[in-house]
């Protein structure tokens, strides 16, 4: 089993930016890769980004250029830098971490972009 905690969500001005945190633990040698996903409401969870074990990255369209994910393995922990946010990037951000036929989630953290 592998938990998922994630922090650093809030509320931020358009323009402004927001940094998110996800601690792993337990049984995290068998996950191949962290990311991040978010929720709109009443709508599916989409992929925001992914950073593999080898170091490959991976981001959705919407937030190239804006976002940047990163990893410490020391800490066991990923992140998730947000500039230039805008009030469409409002939504749920959850931590996700696959495995062989399983992907564990963190329990979400809300972020709102507005003035």
């Known amino acids: ?11 931020v001005q ?3 930016s927001l940094k998110l945190s996800c601690v792993a633990s337990g049984s995290i040698g ?5 990311g991040w996903y978010r929720q709109f409401p009443g709508k599916q969870r ?17 937030v190239k250029g804006r ?18 946010l805008e009030p469409e990037d409002t939504a749920v ?8 036929g399983k992907v564990y989630w963190g329990q979400g953290t809300q972020v709102t972009v507005s003035s």
């Open 30 to 34: 068998s996950i191949v890769a962290m």
């Open 93 to 100: 951000y959850y931590c996700y971490a696959p495995e062989a």
């Open 67 to 84: 976002f940047t994910i990163s990893r410490d393995n020391a800490k066991n922990t990923v992140y998730l830098q947000m500039s230039r």
């Open 14 to 16: 358009p323009g402004g």
């Open 46 to 62: 989409e992929l925001v980004a992914t950073l593999s074990n080898m170091g490959y990255t991976n981001y959705a369209d919407s």
């Open 1 to 11: 089993q592998v938990q998922l905690v994630e922090s650093g969500g809030g509320l």
